[in-house]
């Protein structure tokens, strides 16, 4: 089967054929092989002139049943307007983004500062609470009269 396969792709770089031919001859090797291989030799094939499968005022004829020039004029204004307002949103996220990370900068801080803040009350806490219970737990062992 390979060299089945590379004689018939040898061939087929050989030969030029027209677009309706194209079409056969892809219906053909998809009833004998299968798709992927059917698809592979269909690329070893020249490309089909243009000549062959539409001429110029056939190719102008259909693009204008699309758009004309002053379409794609305003289609090309309305692009740049698009581009002049992604670059207006980009300048605006960049400046949001400035503004997060400050905010983002304060709220470290301001934890770093209540953690500070918590671990001296702690301290004052601790101590305050020896300082009234030392007295007493003396007193009750007769260490103190």
């Known amino acids: 089967m390979p060299s089945t396969?590379?004689?018939v792709r040898r061939r087929?770089?050989?030969?030029?054929?027209?677009?309706?031919?194209?079409s056969r001859l892809y219906a053909w090797l998809r009833e004998?092989?299968?798709e992927p291989l059917a698809e592979y030799l269909m690329s070893c094939l020249?490309?089909?002139s243009l000549s062959d499968m539409a001429t110029k005022d056939f190719l102008t004829a259909e693009m204008s049943r699309f758009a004309t020039k002053e379409?794609?004029?305003a289609l090309d204004t309305k692009v740049g307007d698009l581009d002049t307002k992604v670059?207006?949103?980009d300048t605006k996220?960049?400046?949001l983004d400035a503004k997060v990370d400050l905010l983002a900068s304060q709220h470290k801080a301001d934890r770093d500062e209540d953690r500070r803040t918590s671990r001296v009350r702690h301290y004052w806490l601790a101590g305050i609470g020896l300082s009234a219970a030392l007295p007493i737990w003396l007193g009750a062992t007769g260490v103190i009269g």
């Open 5 to 7: 396969v590379l004689i």
């Open 32 to 34: 004998q092989t299968d």
């Open 46 to 48: 020249r490309p089909a």
């Open 93 to 95: 996220v960049a400046a």
């Open 87 to 89: 670059a207006q949103l």
């Open 71 to 73: 379409d794609l004029a």
């Open 12 to 22: 087929l770089l050989e030969v030029t054929v027209s677009e309706e031919d194209r």
